[in-house]
């Protein structure tokens, strides 16, 4: 079974900042790799996704997501967050075969400072 | 994306009784529907598929007595919490899976047994 893990539970920063937060994950196959956001008192929304070609991933709201194979990892970036940017971010694998089921990471929760 | 609700948003109930919590999709027909349950400050943990017209499927370890899951049309499926206990409070959401490989999530329902 395939696992994911988010390395950074909690992340601080200050408007401006840049951002990276860490997602690997454990599947030797092919893989769908997402980051969800869930903003304080809201669902789950998709950030960005990546199913091939391009591994950079652009998403909404300046982020975007690079797929390193070798790594097997998925890390989101962000060049400078904003205050509106706290919330917590998942990311996510849905590996072959396995129809619609997506396995979490533990969520990394971001402060941004203003 | 498709549009996904939750009822009730917030139940408060007295420990033993049952709770029936509804996902319903608005605006797509869904044939697969997933559950998950939130702790506070943790990730989602998929409860079960559910699948319409037939029985759910159970992750290892999740009560299927204990969680009874109906998928009884393209869009509601309810989750029944019978017999509730307080280590049962939790944050359940529902998602359904939408295409290709993408899920939408509804806005959760928060539980909470005294």
């Known amino acids: 079974a395939q696992s994911v893990s988010q390395h950074n539970h909690h992340v601080i920063l200050s408007e401006a900042a840049s951002l990276e937060l860490g997602c690997n994950y454990s599947y030797g196959g092919t893989v769908n790799l997402f980051w969800y956001v869930q903003y304080p008192g809201q669902h789950l929304q998709l950030l960005l996704k990546y199913f091939s070609g391009d591994p950079l991933v652009k998403g909404i709201k300046g982020f975007e997501a690079e797929f390193i194979k070798s790594k097997f990892s998925f890390n989101l970036r962000k060049p400078s967050v904003q205050w509106s940017d706290t919330a917590e971010y998942f990311c996510?694998?849905?590996?072959?075969?396995?129809?619609?089921?997506?396995?979490f990471g533990g969520g990394t929760r971001l402060m941004v400072k203003p | 994306g498709a549009v996904v609700s939750q009822h009730p948003s917030w139940v408060i109930c007295k420990s033993g009784t049952s709770v029936k919590i509804e996902c319903r999709s608005l605006?797509?027909?869904?044939?697969?529907m997933f559950w998950y349950r939130q702790f506070p400050k943790q990730s989602l943990m998929l409860m079960a598929t559910?699948?319409?017209?037939?029985?759910?499927?159970?992750e290892q370890g999740v009560e299927k007595d204990k969680f009874l899951i109906n998928h009884a049309s393209l869009t509601l499926s309810t989750l029944t919490v019978t017999s509730a206990h307080p280590e049962d409070s939790s944050f359940y959401i529902c998602?359904?899976?939408?295409?290709?490989?993408?899920?939408?999530f509804g806005p959760g329902t928060r539980l909470t047994v005294t």
């Open positions: 559910s699948n319409e017209g037939s029985k759910a499927t159970y």
């Open positions: 998602s359904l899976g939408g295409g290709p490989y993408e899920q939408y």
């Open positions: 605006d797509f027909q869904a044939t697969t």
């Open positions: 996510a694998v849905r590996a072959q075969n396995a129809g619609n089921m997506l396995t």
